[in-house]
C-alpha cells in the first residue's frame, strides 16, 4: 500500500489544495494528515501559499524516485 507521503506528493502534483480538499480526497484523518504535511514541509517537498499546499521541485524528484 502506498503511504501517506506518497499519495499526498501525488495529489499535490496534480493541483494545488487546502487541507480539507486533501484530507477529502485521501480519506484520512486530520490529524495524521496535519502531521505529515508538516513534515512535508520542513522537510521541503512541499510549499504552503495562502491556505493552499504546492508540490515543490524537491517533491516532484521524491516522486521520479518512488516506485509508483
Known sequence: MTDLRTMVLK????????VLALRKDLDVGL???AKELATLLEAGYIEK???FFYL???G???LKVEPR
Open 60 to 62: 516532484r524528484q521524491y
Open 56 to 58: 515543490t521541485d524537491r
Open 11 to 18: 495529489r499535490l502534483e496534480q493541483d494545488h489544495l487546502d
Open 31 to 33: 490529524d495524521r494528515l
Open 49 to 51: 501559499i495562502d491556505r
